[in-house]
């Protein structure tokens, strides 16, 4: 799940205990900028197909 700007993940945790979810694990991950990079741009470029750049 990603967090919108401005939302304290210790709140979403609270919320999901007190509605009686059950959660296995909680983790907090920040987005590298390889990820925001592949999210933006994709991973179908030249490079990725064999193709000259």
Do not use: K, W, Y
């Amino acid at each position: 799940m990603t967090l919108g700007d401005g939302i304290d993940p210790a709140d979403v945790l609270q919320c999901l205990t007190e509605q009686g979810i059950a959660l296995r694990r909680f983790d907090q991950h920040q987005v590298s900028l390889h990820e925001v990079f592949l999210h933006l741009v994709g991973t179908n470029s030249a490079d990725t197909q064999g193709q000259p750049s």
